[in-house]
């Protein structure tokens, strides 16, 4: 098995979590090797040449979010598996795969657990050039992808929901929305656009259930699209955010799909000229964009998830 680990991830925690695994572990990582990453996208190329020369059974993750959509964009439509060991900020990956919080029980079941096929989204950004990125969990748009943005560059101090929260309202001082045409399958919706978040997973941003029915296995995104609202009211959904509550509200429409595709059609006054994309929390371009499921693209060893028999 070879181990990814990303040395800067929840504050450093991959080395410190890895040289613990090593030392109270060793029966479980005794047939581990392990690899660090270097810089953006290195966990990509590791994890491509892993699938690529076979050498490996299974390739383990110690590192957040961004680690593990790196690593699944180098294995997918691969036989080499995916594990996660969660050492991340929010971790919210590991989460909605049912991955233990406690490293060593995460690297029993990545030793021992059974792979399962699960989907991954992929999106297209065409503003200068065509770049094409992958993700597991989440993507999205508007004030969605500019929150991420900001959470990025805070300070790690703290992991969990604490710097989404504050990344959240940094933006929503500064945020206007753009009027936007987005097709869903063959659905056409223009509206002034508040955020676009499209699920393949349900939660993110360090638990908000933001579309609480998607499911990593069924071939189809969940997506929540939100109109322009005050920023009052803005405030006063946060809360519901985390329960899924927010889904009753009316400017709230969940629409399932298997492509999304997004294009501005004029700028708020207030707002920036270009509207951006994420993808698992990685601003990935502006729009325009287009985001596609890929049914049964990643092998992955995941917990019980909600709704399986396995």
């Not at 270097?38 to 390739?59: E, F, I, K, P, S």
Request: proline share 6%.
């Amino acid at each position: 098995m070879l181990a990814i680990i990303n040395p800067e991830a929840g504050r450093r925690a991959g080395l410190r979590t890895w040289r613990r695994l090593r030392t109270k572990a060793a029966a479980i990582t005794r047939d581990w090797e392990c690899v660090t990453t270097r810089y953006a996208g290195h966990a990509t190329a590791l994890a491509r040449a892993a699938a690529t020369t076979r050498r490996y059974d299974r390739v383990v993750v110690l590192g957040g979010d961004g680690t593990v959509s790196e690593v699944a964009s180098g294995l997918a439509d691969s036989e080499t598996p995916l594990c996660i060991i969660p050492v991340g900020t929010g971790n919210d990956i590991a989460r909605n795969l049912a991955i233990p919080r406690h490293p060593i029980a995460a690297a029993r079941l990545a030793a021992s657990g059974s792979p399962r096929a699960i989907d991954l989204g992929r999106v297209e950004t065409f503003a200068t050039s065509r770049s094409v990125t992958y993700f597991v969990n989440v993507a999205g748009l508007g004030f969605d992808a500019e929150a991420a943005w900001r959470v990025k560059r805070l300070p790690r101090l703290v992991g969990g929901t604490l710097p989404y929260l504050v990344g959240t309202l940094q933006t929503l001082w500064q945020y206007a929305a753009p009027r936007v045409r987005v097709s869903l399958d063959a659905q056409v919706i223009v509206l002034p656009l508040f955020m676009a978040a499209i699920g393949n997973c349900a939660a993110y941003a360090g638990g908000m259930r933001i579309v609480p029915t998607a499911r990593p296995d069924d071939g189809i995104f969940d997506v929540c699209l939100v109109h322009a609202l005050p920023r009052l009211e803005v405030l006063r959904m946060i809360p519901r955010l985390y329960s899924g509550g927010h889904v009753s509200h009316p400017a709230v429409r969940l629409i399932r799909c298997r492509t999304l595709a997004a294009e501005v059609l004029s700028a708020s006054d207030r707002g920036p000229d270009r509207v951006f994309c994420h993808a698992d929390g990685e601003r990935v371009g502006p729009l325009p964009a287009r985001f596609t499921i890929r049914p049964d693209a990643l092998r992955c060893v995941t917990g019980r998830l909600p709704g399986s028999a396995s």
